[in-house]
């Protein structure tokens, strides 16, 4: 396939995102009239992003998603891999990367952002070869994303992460990890790990207070609580991002590689998505992404 011109854009939408119901038809319109030559894939309300990205990926310049952080996770290797601009139209529960990088929640708003064509480069982190936008992580975030169901992001949206977290907060128990960075190993006793690239997770949570997606860096916390009630106190600094300042949160912020290792294997999350497992090695690749943003 040959590209119809400089602005041609692959739209995939995930209709089963919590707004993925909602009509595109003027965000379509609007990048139309701006002069994109959209392609659509046949049956796409649920595409295979990364697949589908890959088929088109000689025919076009962008690829527009219409989804939440899951579907731009899918879409991540893809995009670097073929030097392709990524575009946001988000749909879904927490748009946390769209949080990131300013783009509100308004799908029309989104569609103007890409319909300019400013763009900027960010950074992928990736966990195990993996890719992530915002964070990777273990622990309690994992039990949430399995007990998360899409119909309670769908009735309840933000609002579910803080239903299904409170259900689960009794039950979370410490394990041990050994982390290897810049050098040296630590041994931690933590009920959740994390591992930042972006600013925003978990529905408007903050990794850390100073943090960018083209910072060239990783941030890091183990929250070091024993107990639910420990972990509901820290629940305004993580909304802050400034967790990394109490006693019981051991955080650092690194530019090269992080090992996290433990006694039995534990799922990884990466954007939502339980991806791999323990051990985990995570890195950046620099600037790796370009993305229409304000």
Known sequence: MTAISNRTALLLVNRRARM?????EEARELLTGAGFAIIEPPNSDAPDIDSTIRTYAASIDSV????????????????????LTLGILPLGTAND????????????????????????????????????FNVASLGFSVELARNLTAAAKR???????????????????PFTISVEHDGRTEVLRTVQVSVGN???????????SGARPDDGQLDFYSLGVENWWELVKLLPALRRGTHGRLPNVRAFSTR??????????HDVNADGELVTRTPARFAIDRLAVEVFAP
């Open 20 to 24: 993925g119901g909602s009509s595109i």
């Open 64 to 83: 527009i998603v219409g989804g939440g952080d899951g579907s731009l996770n899918s879409a991540a290797a893809a995009v670097r891999d073929h030097g």
């Open 97 to 132: 990367l769209a949080r990131t990088l300013e783009i509100g929640p308004s799908i029309r708003v989104a569609a103007e952002i890409i319909a300019r064509g400013n763009t900027r480069r960010i950074d992928l982190g990736r966990v195990n070869d993996h890719p992530f």
């Open 155 to 173: 009735r309840f949206g933000r609002l579910g992460y803080a239903v299904a977290g409170g259900r689960l907060l009794a039950q979370s128990r």
């Open 198 to 208: 972006g600013r925003f997770y978990g529905g408007g949570m903050t990794v850390e």
């Open 256 to 265: 090269g590689e992080i090992v996290v290792r433990t006694r039995r294997p």
